[in-house]
């Protein structure tokens, strides 16, 4: 049994990654829209950029194999996974900061799509990554909360692509 999970797992990193990428990203945001709708969660600006960053991610994934160059798929992938590291780490950096910093926070005050129609897409994306209070909250968390687990994907696509496409970059 164990080899035949071994041999099904190396066949779809040789030969489907980025199928897979794209598929588990998709499957991180179906999660997290379920999650909201079924346990009544609200997600934050910065929750919903991060689903945004995932959608870029799968995105990257479907393009990396519809293209069939190693280099442009592994540039897509980890530049998505890169910004979402980013954005994850932003939000954990606002839960744990004090009240009192909190306070002095005031970018996350609308929800992220009516950021993007009042002041456009740049604009939206530089006030959630500011941040707020509303970023703070953890709303549900199992060991991690949802931008642990956020940076946690992230830094797993990272590494299987950097794992997947080592030998493209030959240092000599």
């Known amino acids: 049994m164990y080899k035949k999970i071994s041999l099904i797992t190396k066949n779809v990193f040789q030969n489907y990654f980025e199928l897979a990428v794209m598929f588990s990203a998709l499957v991180i945001i179906l999660a997290a829209i379920l999650m909201d709708q079924f346990m009544y969660l609200q997600a934050c600006a910065l929750c919903i950029l991060t689903r945004y960053v995932f959608g870029l991610v799968a995105i990257a994934g479907l393009l990396g194999y519809l293209i069939k160059k190693q280099f442009i798929s592994a540039l897509l992938i980890s530049t998505s996974s890169l910004m979402g590291?980013?954005?994850t780490s932003r939000q954990i950096y606002i839960?744990?900061?004090s009240i009192d910093e909190l306070a002095n926070l005031s970018g996350c005050g609308m929800p992220f799509h009516a950021q993007v129609d009042y002041f456009g897409l740049t604009e939206a994306i530089t006030r959630t990554l500011a941040g707020g209070p509303s970023c703070a909250e953890d709303?549900?968390?199992f060991?991690?909360?949802?931008?642990e687990y956020g940076f946690?994907?992230?830094a797993i696509y990272l590494i299987a692509t950097i794992f997947k496409y080592?030998?493209?970059?030959?240092?000599t």
């Open 143 to 147: 060991v991690f909360n949802f931008a």
């Open 152 to 154: 946690i994907f992230f």
């Open 95 to 97: 839960q744990s900061m």
């Open 166 to 171: 080592r030998g493209l970059i030959k240092l």
């Open 139 to 141: 709303g549900w968390r």
């Open 85 to 87: 590291m980013y954005v």
